[in-house]
Nanobody, 125 residues
């Protein structure tokens, strides 16, 4: 079965940086679109970034220029480099995968088939 495991979350001061990792197994990784969503307490899960099988990338406007999504197909890994972190970035970050032909908008959670359990990111002084 498909398994996605996130790591790299933690507590960081405003202006700091973190790198999240997602290890994927049980799917043809090189053919899958990968993504990151986040969810703050009391809010719905929000699209953050996605990277396609052709390495095209898209970001939500609030993180553009600060976050970078990347993938390493030799390791079945996807990453989210987060720089210049703000308190409003505090959330649980989830890794997702679209293993089949994706349908709908890139930012639509229903586009993606599988999800990890998330990793907590807290930005606070």
């Amino acid at each position: 079965q498909v398994q996605l495991v996130e790591s790299g979350g933690g507590l960081v001061q405003p202006g700091g940086a973190l790198r999240l990792s997602c290890a994927a197994s049980g799917l043809t990784f090189s053919a899958a679109a990968m993504c990151w969503f986040r969810q703050a307490p009391g809010k719905e899960r929000e699209f953050v970034a996605t990277i396609g099988w052709r390495f095209d990338t898209y970001y939500v406007g609030s993180v553009k220029g600060r976050f970078t999504i990347s993938r390493d197909n030799t390791k079945n890994m996807v990453y989210l480099q987060m720089d210049s972190l703000k308190p409003e970035d505090t959330a649980v970050y989830f890794c997702g995968a679209a293993a089949n032909q994706p349908m709908g908008a890139l930012s639509d959670r229903r586009r993606y088939d599988y999800w990890g359990q998330g990793t907590q990111v807290t930005v606070s002084s």
